[in-house]
T-cell receptor, first 109, second 119 residues
Framework: QKEVEQNSGPLSVPEGAIASLNCTYS??????FFWYRQYSGKSPELIMF????GDKEDGRFTAQLNKASQYVSLLIRDSQPSDSATYLC?????????FGTGTRLKVLA | SQTIHQWPATLVQPVGSPLSLECTVE??????LYWYRQAAGRGLQLLFY??????ISSEVPQNLSASRPQDRQFILSSKKLLLSDSGFYLC??????????????????FGPGTRLTVL
């Protein structure tokens, strides 16, 4: 069974701090990695994707991928209360996307 | 730009009743289409995916079915709903890569979802 694991949280960080969200996956054949943000009662919104080992930055967000360790992370710099949401990690292989259960992030004002 | 629509937004149905949820995508051609279900406090469960008209792959055996009558239309159906069918149903699309018919490289975008309550 191919799996994507995330700590369910909640992860609480003060406003302005760096939030670090982590994800591990079991399928070494996975090719693409995605981070989605989901507010309560809403559908997931894509915020980052990464294909290659290393870091990818987009504004306050940085995705990090280590295929050897089967590990992908998302850093959110200067966290804001509006960043409070559930963050879903997704991994794609040959045919489909597998999602983790998400980490709930709370940014405290 | 691309837009994905789902309706209805919310639905309350009795056990044993039929179901039909519709999803349409605008602004793109030949998308891969997906149906997911998210139970309360749970992750996303892939139900069906489709790489073309009439082509449906089922991930989980259950009382649900899917159809793709047109390139940008994806329908989720049931003849008789169960209590366990309650959840948040999400339709999603991704670009089909020119390299293969089922792209694993492209981002997936979600519709607004349908919240189904079966009583």
């Amino acid at each position: 069974q191919k799996e994507v694991e995330q700590n369910s949280g909640p992860l609480s960080v003060p406003e302005g701090a760096i939030a670090s969200l982590n994800c591990t996956y079991s399928d070494r054949g996975s090719q693409s990695f995605f981070w989605y943000r989901q507010y309560s009662g809403k559908s997931p919104e894509l915020i980052m994707f990464i294909y290659s080992n290393g870091d990818k930055e987009d504004g306050r967000f940085t995705a990090q991928l280590n295929k050897a360790s089967q590990y992908v992370s998302l850093l959110i710099r200067d966290s804001q209360p509006s960043d409070s949401a559930t963050y879903l990690c997704a991994v794609s292989g040959t045919y489909k996307y597998i999602f983790g259960t998400g980490t709930r992030l709370k940014v405290l004002a | 730009s691309q837009t994905i629509h789902q309706w209805p937004a919310t639905l309350v149905q009795p056990v044993g009743s039929p179901l039909s949820l519709e999803c349409t995508v605008e602004g793109t051609s030949n998308p891969n289409l997906y149906w997911y279900r998210q139970a309360a406090g749970r992750g996303l469960q892939l139900l069906f995916y489709s790489v073309g008209i009439g082509q449906i792959s089922s991930e989980v055996p259950q009382n649900l079915s899917a159809s793709r009558p047109q390139d940008r239309q994806f329908i989720l159906s049931s003849k008789k709903l169960l209590l366990s069918d309650s959840g948040f149903y999400l339709c999603a699309w991704s670009v089909r890569s020119h390299r293969d018919s089922i792209s694993s490289y492209n981002e997936q975008f979600f519709g607004p979802g349908t919240r189904l309550t079966v009583l």
